[in-house]
């Protein structure tokens, strides 16, 4: 898992990737690019993230990934990312290309229903909470 502030340089990334996995015999390489869409009037995204509960959701991903020969890759911005620059980056390696294309589907589904991370739209220069794209923790809240 990699975190960046700002928007990510998804050629250095993916490149990087690649070339630590040249060698390594997988027959199929899955990746996904997040990109900031221009909607609403907004600048830009802004993304906090709690990152060791980030690390843990990972690294069960990492476990269930190798269960199958595969591995999964990940990055992810903090701070602002403007429109039209990516905000998140994901792969799968794998033996097998069905593998490699259902893990990328489940991981990048997760990640967008479970990953501790809250979206804030920048609107003239001012983040707004965007609550209706950002996740609910289990058990965040009040305590009773």
Not at 93 to 111: K, M
Request: aromatic share 12%; proline share 4%; net charge negative.
């Amino acid at each position: 898992m990699e975190l960046y502030h700002g928007p990510l340089d998804t050629k250095e990334i993916f490149g990087r990737w690649l070339d630590e996995q040249a060698t390594s015999n997988y027959g199929a390489y899955i990746p996904f690019v997040g990109t900031i869409r221009e909607e609403d009037g907004i600048e830009a995204l802004s993304f906090d993230i709690y990152e060791p509960v980030l690390q843990s959701w990972f690294d069960r991903w990492q476990e269930r990934a190798k269960a199958q020969g595969a591995i999964v890759k990940m990055a992810h911005a903090i701070g602002d990312v403007p429109v039209h620059t990516s905000s998140y980056i994901s792969a799968v390696f794998s033996p097998q290309r069905r593998v490699a294309l259902e893990l990328i589907d489940e991981f990048v589904e997760d990640f967008k229903a479970n990953a501790p991370i809250w979206k804030y739209d920048v609107k003239e220069g001012k983040r707004i909470y965007a609550a209706d794209r950002s996740t609910a923790m289990d058990g965040a809240g009040l305590l009773a």
